[in-house]
T-cell receptor
Framework: NAGVTQTPKFQVLKTGQSMTLQCAQD?????MSWYRQDPGMGLRLIHY???????DQGEVPNGYNVSRSTTEDFPLRLLSAAPSQTSVYFC?????????????FGQGTRLTVV | DAKTTQPPSMDCAEGRAANLPCNHS???????VYWYRQIHSQGPQYIIH???NNETNEMASLIITEDRKSSTLILPHATLRDTAVYYCIVSPRGGGSEKLVFGKGTKLTVNP
């Protein structure tokens, strides 16, 4: 298993540009989430999904959209990039249900908005 | 807001045990204690979790006090590769990672 795969690893955007961060998992996990991590801080939840076709907002959803058309993929869209969105973005997945909440994280996408 | 309190930093000598404390005085009956670590800005890695009994796996041991208001993560023989930020999180079992609320954690530095 590859686990959770994020692409790209690095990205530089100009203010106002849009882009999609990709996240894929091959563990057949129901739950997937997106976090951002700013320097010296813990992770903050952006959006999450409890299954295909179901998404919900987390702590810091503004400026981001998500969709979950398949179990495997959970892309994060930046609609109009702003310097405040410069951050490291992590995708995570868990099995969900009544099982353990052990989360598997991707290696992150480092985004700089200039 | 994170429901745990951890020291911002700790040091440990290589080969010695690293004992990382966590205070979670407002933990509720259905909440577990989870520990994750993040090595050099990589994605967080699950270490261990427990409810009220002490737990041990190949990575670490988790000691939870009888009143469940605090816990200690023990790395029995710390190596340089254990240098990382360690996060203590209380969360109900089940569901997804959206239930994990990350604080700033403890930066553990293992010294040669």
């Amino acid at each position: 298993n590859a686990g959770v795969t994020q692409t790209p690893k690095f990205q530089v955007l100009k203010t106002g540009q849009s882009m999609t961060l990709q996240c894929a998992q091959d563990m057949n996990h129901e739950y997937m989430s997106w976090y951002r991590q700013d320097p010296g801080m813990g992770l903050r939840l952006i959006h999450y999904s409890v299954g295909a076709g179901i998404t919900d907002q987390g702590e810091v959803p503004n400026g981001y959209n998500v969709s979950r058309s398949t179990t495997e993929d959970f892309p994060l869209r930046l609609l109009s990039a702003a310097p405040s969105q410069t951050s490291v973005y992590f995708c995570a997945s868990t099995g969900g249900g009544q099982g353990d909440t052990e989360a598997f994280f991707g290696q992150g996408t480092r985004l700089t908005v200039v | 807001d994170a429901k745990t309190t951890q020291p911002p930093s700790m040091d440990c000598a290589e080969g010695r045990a690293a004992n990382l404390p966590c205070n979670h005085s407002t933990i509720s009956g259905n909440e577990y204690v989870y520990w994750y670590r993040q090595i050099h800005s990589q994605g967080p890695q699950y270490i261990i979790h427990g409810l009220k009994n002490n737990e041990t796996n190949e990575m670490a041991s988790l000691i939870i006090t009888e009143d469940r208001k605090s816990s200690t993560l023990i790395l029995p023989h710390a190596t340089l590769r254990d240098t990382a930020v360690y996060y203590c999180i209380v969360s109900p079992r089940g569901g997804g990672s959206e239930k994990l609320v990350f604080g700033k954690g403890t930066k553990l530095t293992v010294n040669p």
